[in-house]
């Protein structure tokens, strides 16, 4: 597995080793040994989630207080514009975001650790995302940051169409006024 730092540290984006023919491919999609050692992590995973979205839907930018959830996410088919926001009040880094491309094609994973919000857009026809998670999802805790915050500034590329978002993340608070971490 190939890791990339990212401009956030502890945001780390994962290639796994690909073995393909004309047959098709095979990959290795999480060994925890692999990365333990690749990362220098050593986390537990405790709930597997699956999201299947369309064109221009927009989901986040999430996150869970008082229990914090690092995820594993990766797109299996479709393509995502895939951001992790810097939530941590006293990190030098608070407010700042990095974005990537996740897509079947090109494998690729992200790794948010706890303390950062998520959110990603879809940029094919529909995309299937799939989030293995550090910490069980609670309702009570679930918090969202509004996605065009404009102290984010988060570059969306959405090619000038608008995006689809739920009514929670239509009403979620800009980040200063957000319930974030110390």
Known sequence: MKVIQTALPGVLVLEPKVFGDERGFFLESYNAKVFREATGL???FVQDNHSRSARHV???????????????????SGTVFDVAVDLRRSSPTFGR????ELSA?????????????????????YADFLYKTTDYWVAE??????????????D????GSAPVVSAKDAAA????MAETYA
């Open 58 to 76: 927009l989901r986040g930018i999430h996150y869970q207080v008082v229990r914090p959830q690092g995820k594993l996410v990766r797109a299996v």
């Open 156 to 159: 969306w590329p959405m090619a």
């Open 97 to 100: 975001w990095v974005g990537v």
């Open 42 to 44: 050593d986390v537990t």
């Open 141 to 154: 805790y679930d918090r969202a940051v509004r996605w065009d915050d404009s102290t984010l500034a988060i």
């Open 105 to 125: 094609e090109n494998h690729r994973q992200m790794w948010i650790p706890a303390g950062f919000g998520h959110g990603f857009l879809v940029l094919s026809g």
């Open 173 to 176: 608070p800009t980040l200063d």
